[in-house]
């Protein structure tokens, strides 16, 4: 007993120096690569940390095993991400990750409950007695583990079988009683003399949950019920990350109210959006933009970083600070019913929070939000680098990062009680983690009592085409799923009926250069018609910003544009620099044009309606159908958004940089329709420069709902030195008739070191349709981005008599 009693000390002082040793290391590292720098004016000089970009990092010292790890470490770009990653895969390798969580203060938690035995049952494969949920620990399984594991998912019992596995459920109201020892006959791996049941024989236990919880969910109130008492105030935080800042000062139009608080965040990459909403806050008093950026990124912690940060920043603005909610939305969202009927909801059900959950069984939603696995946010990225074990104690849930806090969970929330401290630190590993913080935070508290589970919001889903997760692989190790762009075929999703039934308040995506008939319907059904100027001529245009000058790179392609537009016209000026160049989608479905506005040599200002000529021939004999579906279009460009299958460089520019991608649109005819199964036949394609064939691909059948096919070709990794004028072209074919291709696309490659080539391609990919010289005559183009658009413009800020942004 004494030499067991030595060792263990010695053991716990190695721990210690270990824990010891890599808290040096950390902070060694924290030091070394961050900086004090002092804020841009506004924000009265307080300081924000910035990495340094130290070429060395010291890394700690321990052998990394895990192939996750190894893998994450080898991708990183940066020395301090990979000291990062080191570090933190050390710590999960020794068993200093996770933290030790307090018990659950939840009504519905019980401490006596725990382990609280019902007997042994009989079991079958066929007929199981707890049939939610099922775990296999062949290593490690026990009391301690199946009850961890069926409790972090919510469920009321536990229970032990055939060594191995483990169940999850919450009836136990059909189930046979059998002798205590049909569940001795296996000892459970790794637990000593502890028994995990027997065959067709299982032992169940409580969680430690009295019930299973059943949601509360709010209700419609029809606008003439009277309210008691003032409405509440509403901080309404704008996560922004785009360019297309029309959109969110449209839906800022419809979503104001003098009594509430708007605080914009946007992403720490996106200068073009933050500089435009400067200029609405300067305006508007009770619109506030943060310049405590952080870069946001798809599934990244920094989301929920954010959103802690922006809730103790409004806190301390005087103007802000006694807000009682807290929602959030995107530039995609936008409002389907009146904002006043969203404001009475919430004030009737004032001190609830609103929380949309998964909506299926929370084991499998652990399971595929990846809450298994540590996650690490560097490098713009979410390594995945290890798996996770989660304390014995901790509930989880979730399902939408979009959330309706009240200031009490809010307050608490970023407070420096153990559970949200706790937790704060345990989330920046975890995907995604704004979509379940809240609910996880809700439900180990007081706060579980105080929820209503819906977030009042409508997601457009899709899942077979919103899956597709190529566009995720460069910013996380996981494949997400996001919610498609409303369009005219799923506007009826958000009629009014709809919308009043659930209740939800708001929809989302929306995007005007996709489809802006889908805004406007959602417009007209939240909005009074005489806040609306429904018969100016932009009132169906869309615009998004391409290019700002002093905001971004003026590329060598776009100043060929800007001198042959100048040739064009007639003048005989110099482009001296471009002011800025916008996408013009003038109506619904029309061709998207370009609108570039530049200053000359001599100081004249110039702007252009620019047309894109489409090169695309299809087979001079018309039959375009292969196995039964027709060829409808073909169309190239770059930066492909694979769930919408559009490309977002609208201007069409191929560079020897980019990934060509080309997209076939097809048509079942009546022979096909009933398949299902694909919406497109086998198709190949050649590349070729000239008469030289590059590379040919075969591309399977695809299933896409907008009937869709795709390939990608690297450019930059199959042409190298470009400088002379030749065209590329891709042609594709019918596999069965490999002698004559059925449609050819042509297109140029724009580089710095074939200039000399671009007036000519210029001349055959664009058409000047229309200019100005004068920004008096280009306040008169209605294609000019001078030109007024009462839907989204704010010049002036707040009206009273009309009681709009204005």
């Not at 007695?129 to 290593?139: A, G, M």
């Not at 000058?549 to 060598?556: H, M």
């Not at 702007?607 to 375009?624: A, G, P, Q, T, Y």
């Amino acid at each position: 007993m004494v030499l067991f009693s030595v060792n263990t000390k010695y053991r716990h002082y190695a721990i210690v120096i270990v824990l010891f040793f890599f808290l040096n290391v950390y902070l060694l590292y924290s030091a070394q690569n961050t900086v004090q720098v002092t804020k841009n004016a506004g924000d009265s000089g307080e300081s924000i940390q910035q990495p340094l970009s130290s070429k060395e990092v010291p890394l700690p010292s321990c052998e990394i095993t895990d192939d996750l790890a190894k893998s994450a470490i080898s991708r990183a770009t940066s020395s301090s991400c990979k000291a990062k990653l080191q570090l933190e895969a050390c710590q999960l390798k020794n068993g200093t990750f996770s933290e030790h969580f307090p018990e659950s203060q939840c009504s519905n938690h019980e401490n006596h409950l725990i382990d609280d035995r019902l007997g042994c049952y009989a079991d079958k494969k066929e007929a199981r007695v707890l049939t939610e949920f099922e775990y296999k620990f062949p290593k490690s399984n026990g009391k301690a583990t199946c009850r961890k594991n069926c409790y972090k998912a919510g469920f009321l019992y536990y229970g032990l079988e055939f060594g191995q596995e483990c169940f999850c459920g919450n009836d136990v109201a059909n189930a046979t009683i059998v002798e205590d020892v049909e569940c001795q006959a296996y000892k459970c791996p790794g637990s000593g003399d502890e028994f995990c049941g027997g065959f067709n024989a299982i032992e169940i236990f409580r969680t430690g949950l009295r019930s299973k919880v059943t949601a509360l969910k709010p209700k419609y109130l029809p606008p003439g019920e009277l309210l008691q008492g003032s409405p509440v105030k509403i901080l309404f935080l704008l996560q922004l990350n785009g360019r297309n800042e029309r959109q969110v000062k449209r839906f800022l139009k419809s979503i104001y109210l003098p009594n509430h608080y708007y605080y914009i965040h946007v992403d720490k990459r996106q200068n073009y959006m933050f500089s435009e909403m400067e200029k609405v806050a300067e305006k508007v008093p009770n619109i506030h933009i943060t310049t405590n950026r952080f870069s946001t990124i798809w599934g990244g912690a920094s989301l929920l970083q954010m959103f802690e940060q922006v809730i103790k920043d409004s806190m301390q603005i005087e103007q802000f600070k006694d807000w009682d909610y807290i929602f959030n939305f995107s530039e995609s969202d936008y409002p389907i019913l009146p904002i006043e009927d969203f404001e009475r909801l919430i004030t009737v059900n004032k001190g609830k929070s609103f929380l949309a959950s998964h909506g299926y069984n929370t084991g499998k939603f652990i399971q595929k939000q990846g809450f298994e696995f540590v996650f690490s946010e560097c490098d713009q990225r979410m390594f995945r680098i290890g798996k996770r074990d989660f304390p014995s104690n901790l509930r989880i849930d979730g399902g939408s990062d979009w959330v309706g806090i009240h200031r009490n969970l809010a307050e608490y929330s970023i407070s420096d009680d153990e559970l949200p401290k706790k937790l704060r630190k345990t989330f920046e590993s975890i995907l995604l983690p704004l979509e379940s913080f809240y609910h996880t935070l809700s439900f180990n508290s007081k706060f579980c009592d105080d929820l209503m589970m819906s977030n009042l919001r409508l997601t457009n889903w899709y899942r077979k085409q919103g899956c597709r997760c190529a566009s995720l692989k460069q910013i996380v190790d996981w494949c997400g799923c996001s919610p498609l762009v409303f369009r005219e075929e799923t506007m009826k999703k958000f009629e009014f009926q709809k919308a009043i039934s659930k209740p939800t308040y708001f929809a989302r995506k929306f995007d005007s250069m996709v489809d802006i008939e889908s805004i406007e319907a959602a417009e007209l059904q939240s909005m009074s018609p005489d806040k609306l100027e429904l018969n100016h001529p932009t009132y169906h245009f869309a615009f998004a910003n391409i290019f700002k000058n002093g905001i971004d790179e003026e590329k060598v392609h776009f100043k060929s544009l800007a001198n042959y537009a100048l040739e064009s016209s007639g003048s005989s000026q110099k482009s001296q620099k471009i002011v800025r160049i916008d996408a013009l989608r003038a109506y619904h479905n029309a061709q998207i044009e370009i609108v570039m506005k530049l200053e000359t040599t001599s100081g004249a200002d110039f702007e252009f309606l620019i047309h894109r000529k489409s090169h695309v021939k299809f087979s001079d004999n018309n039959n375009l159908e292969v196995n039964g579906y027709l060829l409808k279009e073909m169309t190239y460009g770059t930066k492909f958004e694979w769930k919408e299958e559009i490309c977002r460089e609208y201007m069409g520019f191929v560079t020897d940089k980019d990934i060509l991608h080309t997209r076939l649109e097809w048509q079942a005819t009546e022979r096909v329709k009933k398949n299902g199964d694909k919406t497109s036949p086998e198709m190949i394609f050649k590349y070729r420069k000239e008469d030289k064939i590059l590379e040919k691909t075969s591309v399977k059948p695809y299933d896409s709902v907008f009937g869709g096919q795709f390939d990608s070709w690297n450019v930059g990794k199959k042409l190298s030195n470009i400088t002379t004028c030749d065209s590329f072209f891709v042609d594709v074919f019918n596999p069965s008739a490999p002698e004559s291709s059925l449609a050819t696309l042509r297109f140029p490659v724009y580089t710095e070191q074939n200039v000399e080539c671009h007036v000519d391609y210029l001349r055959e990919f664009f058409e000047i349709v229309d200019f100005c010289s004068s920004e008096e005559a280009c306040q008169e183009k209605v294609w000019s981005a001078t030109y007024p658009d009462p839907k989204s413009d704010i010049l002036v800020g707040y009206d009273s008599d009309t009681k709009t942004l204005r």
